[in-house]
C-alpha cells in the first residue's frame, strides 16, 4: 500500500511538471528569441551535413550537445520555435523525476515528492524549460549524476559509478556553469569518506574502502572518456574554454572585490527580493520563490545548518547529503556572483534550482513533522487511551490536508503568473522578438519567385556578415546558408549593403527593425 501511494504520487508529480511544460508551448513564450534560432540554425546544418560539432564558436560559444538534440527535434516538428523548446521540455520533465529519486537518497520519498512538485510548478524552472537554451540541461545532469554517484556509494557497485560518470562527463557538454559543480560531488566523497570511517568498524571500513576505490577508479575512467573530445577541442582551441567568461567577468572590471560583494548580496537577495530583472528569464523583478516558499526555503536552509551542527557534536562529522547540498548551493551561485552583468541573473544560477527546492522541502517537512509530532503529544495528554489514536489520525490527516492545499495553492498562483500574467505580457512579446516572428511569417508568405530583403537594421554580433538578430527570421524561414537564400529569394542586407544600394531594384524590402 505503501509503495503503491509513494508510485502515484510520483506519477502525479510528473503529469503536473508535464503540463507545466507542453500546455501551450507553440504560444508561451511569443516569438522567438535570437539566441534560440541560432541554436536552431546550428542544428538544420549539423543534420543536413551530417558534421555535429561539440563546440559551436560562432554561436557565441555554445557546447554541441543540446544542439545535436534538437536537430532530431526539427526533423520531427519542422522549423519552429516549438521543435526549439519541445527538447527544453522533456528535459524538464526528466529534472524534476530525477530530482524526486536524488532526494529520495538523500533523506525519505517525502522530501523527494515535495522537492519535484516545487520544481514541477516552479516560475522559475518552468521558464527554461520553455525556451530553446541549452542551460536547461545542466540541472538535469547533476541531478541524475549526483543520485547514481550516491547510489555508487550506498551500493559500492562500479555500475553505478560508470552511470554517474556518463552524466557528470555530459554535463560539460552543456553550459559553463556546469563546470564548477564537480567540486561538489569531491566536497560530498571526502565527507562521505571520513563519515564511514567515523561510523564504521575498521574491517567494515577497509572493505567499503577498497569497494569505493574501485568505483571511483571506474568514474575517473568513464568521466575521462566522455570529456574528452571536448577537452581536446579546448587544447587545440584555447579562447573557447573561456570565451564568454573573460567578457563577463568581474575579474575585467575595476574594483572587482567591491564588486563581488554587492554580486553576492544581490544573488541571495534574489530567492526572496528582488529577483532577475531580465523580462525572458523572470517576471521582472520578482523575487524567483513564491513568498511562503522563499519562507520554507530560509527555514529548510537554516535546519541543514543545524543538522550539521549536530551532527559533528553527537557523531564528531558533518552529514555528508548536506554538505553536497551546501557545497552545490554555493559553488552553483558562483557563476552569477563573479559576472559583472545583469545581476541577479537566474539563467546563471540554474545549476542550483534543484538544491534550492530540497532546502525548501526541508523546511516544509520539518514543519509538517513539528505539527505532527505537536498534536499527537496533546493527543495522547488529553485523550483516554482508546481515543488518542484516533485523535492522532485525525491530527494528522488534518495537517496532511493542510501540506496539501498549501502546495496546491502554489501550484495555481504559479500557473496563473506563467500562463495569464507573464506569457500573454507584451513586454514579453517584445524581449522575444515576437516583430522577427511576424517578418518571417510574412516572407514565407510572399511567392517565392518575388525577390525579398531582410534590412538588418539592429545591432548585435556579426555571424557570417550579418548581426545576430537576423537569426530569427533565417530559422522561420530556412535561409541561414547562400544556397537557401537563392532557392527562396530571401537575402539580408546590412546597413553598409543597404547604403551602397547592393540590392535589386524593385525588390520587396523589410527592415527587421520599424525605426521610429
Same mark, same amino acid.
Request: proline share 4%; charged share 15%; glycine share 6%.
Given at each position: 500500500?505503501?509503495?503503491?501511494?509513494?508510485? +502515484? /504520487?510520483?506519477?502525479?508529480?510528473?503529469?503536473?511538471?508535464?503540463?507545466?511544460?507542453?500546455? *501551450?508551448?507553440?504560444?508561451?513564450?511569443?516569438?522567438?528569441?535570437?539566441?534560440?534560432?541560432?541554436?536552431?540554425?546550428?542544428?538544420?546544418?549539423?543534420?543536413? +551535413?551530417?558534421?555535429?560539432?561539440?563546440?559551436?564558436? #560562432? !554561436?557565441?560559444?555554445? #557546447?554541441?550537445?543540446?544542439?545535436?538534440?534538437? =536537430?532530431? =527535434?526539427?526533423?520531427?516538428?519542422?522549423?519552429?520555435? &516549438?521543435?526549439?523548446?519541445?527538447?527544453?521540455?522533456?528535459?524538464?520533465?526528466?529534472?524534476?523525476?530525477?530530482?524526486?529519486?536524488?532526494? *529520495?537518497?538523500?533523506? !525519505?520519498?517525502?522530501?523527494?515528492?515535495?522537492?519535484?512538485?516545487?520544481?514541477? /510548478?516552479?516560475?522559475?524552472?518552468?521558464?527554461?524549460?520553455?525556451?530553446?537554451?541549452?542551460?536547461?540541461?545542466?540541472?538535469?545532469?547533476?541531478?541524475?549524476?549526483?543520485?547514481?554517484?550516491?547510489?555508487?556509494?550506498?551500493?559500492?557497485?562500479?555500475?553505478?559509478?560508470?552511470?554517474?560518470?556518463?552524466?557528470?562527463?555530459?554535463?560539460?557538454?552543456?553550459?559553463?556553469?556546469?563546470?564548477? $559543480?564537480?567540486?561538489?560531488?569531491?566536497?560530498?566523497?571526502?565527507?562521505?569518506?571520513?563519515?564511514? @570511517?567515523?561510523?564504521? =568498524?575498521?574491517?567494515?571500513?577497509?572493505?567499503?574502502?577498497?569497494?569505493?576505490?574501485?568505483?571511483?577508479?571506474?568514474? %575517473?575512467?568513464?568521466?575521462?572518456?566522455?570529456?574528452?573530445?571536448?577537452?581536446?577541442?579546448?587544447?587545440?582551441?584555447?579562447?573557447?574554454?573561456?570565451?564568454?567568461?573573460?567578457?563577463?567577468?568581474?575579474?575585467?572590471?575595476?574594483?572587482?572585490?567591491?564588486?563581488?560583494?554587492?554580486?553576492?548580496? @544581490? +544573488?541571495?537577495? %534574489?530567492?526572496?527580493?528582488?529577483?532577475?530583472?531580465?523580462?525572458?528569464?523572470?517576471?521582472?523583478?520578482?523575487?524567483?520563490?513564491?513568498?511562503?516558499?522563499? /519562507?520554507?526555503?530560509?527555514?529548510?536552509?537554516?535546519?541543514?545548518?543545524?543538522?550539521?551542527?549536530?551532527?559533528?557534536?553527537?557523531?564528531?562529522?558533518?552529514?555528508?547529503?548536506?554538505?553536497?547540498?551546501?557545497?552545490?548551493?554555493?559553488?552553483?551561485?558562483?557563476?552569477?556572483?563573479?559576472?559583472?552583468?545583469?545581476?541577479?541573473?537566474?539563467?546563471?544560477?540554474?545549476?542550483?534550482?534543484?538544491? /534550492?527546492?530540497?532546502?525548501?522541502? #526541508?523546511?516544509?517537512?520539518?514543519?509538517?513533522?513539528?505539527?505532527?509530532?505537536?498534536?499527537?503529544?496533546?493527543?495522547?495528554?488529553?485523550?483516554?487511551?482508546?481515543?488518542?489514536?484516533?485523535?492522532?489520525?485525525?491530527?494528522?490527516?488534518?495537517?496532511?490536508?493542510?501540506?496539501?492545499?498549501?502546495?496546491?495553492?502554489?501550484?495555481? &498562483?504559479?500557473?496563473?503568473?506563467?500562463?495569464?500574467?507573464?506569457?500573454? !505580457?507584451?513586454?514579453?512579446?517584445?524581449?522575444?522578438?515576437?516583430?522577427?516572428?511576424?517578418?518571417?511569417?510574412?516572407?514565407?508568405?510572399?511567392?517565392?519567385? @518575388?525577390?525579398? &530583403?531582410?534590412?538588418? !537594421?539592429?545591432?548585435?554580433?556579426?555571424?557570417?556578415?550579418?548581426?545576430?538578430?537576423?537569426?530569427?527570421? %533565417?530559422?522561420?524561414?530556412?535561409?541561414?546558408? =547562400?544556397?537557401?537564400?537563392?532557392?527562396?529569394?530571401?537575402?539580408?542586407?546590412? $546597413?553598409?549593403? &543597404?547604403?551602397?544600394?547592393?540590392?535589386?531594384?524593385?525588390?520587396?524590402?523589410?527592415?527587421?527593425?520599424? *525605426?521610429?
Amino acid at each position: 500500500m505503501k509503495h503503491l501511494r509513494e508510485f +502515484t /504520487i510520483v506519477i502525479l508529480i510528473i503529469l503536473v511538471a508535464t503540463i507545466f511544460r507542453l500546455y *501551450k508551448l507553440d504560444t508561451f513564450p511569443p516569438g522567438l528569441y535570437p539566441d534560440e534560432a541560432m541554436n536552431g540554425n546550428n542544428a538544420i546544418q549539423a543534420y543536413e +551535413t551530417g558534421e555535429y560539432k561539440i563546440f559551436y564558436p #560562432e !554561436n557565441n560559444g555554445r #557546447e554541441g550537445l543540446f544542439i545535436a538534440i534538437q =536537430s532530431l =527535434s526539427i526533423r520531427a516538428f519542422g522549423n519552429t520555435a &516549438y521543435a526549439l523548446r519541445f527538447v527544453s521540455a522533456i528535459t524538464g520533465i526528466l529534472t524534476v523525476l530525477g530530482l524526486y529519486f536524488l532526494a *529520495k537518497k538523500l533523506f !525519505n520519498w517525502q522530501i523527494g515528492a515535495i522537492a519535484s512538485f516545487l520544481m514541477a /510548478i516552479s516560475f522559475w524552472h518552468v521558464t527554461f524549460s520553455r525556451i530553446g537554451f541549452r542551460a536547461i540541461m545542466a540541472p538535469l545532469l547533476v541531478v541524475w549524476g549526483a543520485y547514481f554517484f550516491w547510489k555508487g556509494l550506498s551500493t559500492t557497485r562500479w555500475q553505478h559509478f560508470a552511470i554517474s560518470a556518463i552524466f557528470w562527463g555530459l554535463g560539460f557538454y552543456t553550459y559553463i556553469s556546469f563546470r564548477v $559543480m564537480p567540486g561538489a560531488i569531491i566536497a560530498a566523497l571526502l565527507a562521505y569518506w571520513y563519515a564511514i @570511517k567515523k561510523d564504521f =568498524s575498521h574491517d567494515r571500513y577497509i572493505h567499503a574502502r577498497n569497494r569505493i576505490t574501485q568505483g571511483l577508479a571506474v568514474f %575517473m575512467l568513464v568521466g575521462g572518456i566522455v570529456i574528452f573530445p571536448l577537452a581536446y577541442h579546448f587544447y587545440l582551441q584555447p579562447e573557447d574554454f573561456l570565451g564568454r567568461i573573460t567578457q563577463v567577468s568581474i575579474f575585467s572590471q575595476d574594483s572587482p572585490l567591491k564588486i563581488l560583494a554587492t554580486n553576492f548580496g @544581490k +544573488t541571495l537577495g %534574489m530567492f526572496n527580493f528582488v529577483g532577475d530583472h531580465n523580462w525572458r528569464h523572470n517576471f521582472a523583478g520578482r523575487p524567483i520563490l513564491f513568498l511562503p516558499v522563499g /519562507i520554507f526555503f530560509i527555514l529548510g536552509f537554516f535546519k541543514s545548518i543545524l543538522r550539521l551542527e549536530r551532527g559533528r557534536k553527537t557523531r564528531g562529522r558533518f552529514s555528508p547529503p548536506h554538505i553536497f547540498l551546501f557545497s552545490w548551493f554555493f559553488l552553483g551561485l558562483l557563476p552569477v556572483v563573479l559576472s559583472a552583468e545583469g545581476i541577479p541573473h537566474s539563467l546563471r544560477a540554474i545549476v542550483v534550482v534543484p538544491v /534550492i527546492y530540497i532546502f525548501t522541502a #526541508e523546511g516544509l517537512w520539518w514543519i509538517f513533522e513539528w505539527s505532527r509530532d505537536h498534536y499527537r503529544v496533546r493527543s495522547r495528554q488529553q485523550s483516554y487511551l482508546p481515543l488518542a489514536h484516533h485523535h492522532i489520525a485525525q491530527s494528522t490527516l488534518a495537517i496532511s490536508l493542510a501540506l496539501g492545499a498549501f502546495l496546491l495553492a502554489d501550484a495555481i &498562483y504559479e500557473f496563473k503568473t506563467y500562463f495569464y500574467d507573464w506569457g500573454p !505580457n507584451e513586454t514579453v512579446r517584445a524581449n522575444f522578438n515576437q516583430n522577427y516572428v511576424d517578418i518571417a511569417d510574412r516572407l514565407n508568405a510572399l511567392p517565392r519567385i @518575388k525577390v525579398k &530583403y531582410v534590412l538588418v !537594421n539592429a545591432g548585435g554580433t556579426l555571424v557570417n556578415g550579418i548581426p545576430m538578430p537576423a537569426q530569427t527570421v %533565417m530559422y522561420l524561414t530556412d535561409t541561414w546558408t =547562400s544556397e537557401k537564400q537563392q532557392a527562396k529569394n530571401i537575402f539580408y542586407l546590412n $546597413m553598409e549593403q &543597404y547604403a551602397q544600394r547592393r540590392y535589386l531594384p524593385n525588390a520587396i524590402i523589410i527592415p527587421l527593425e520599424e *525605426k521610429k
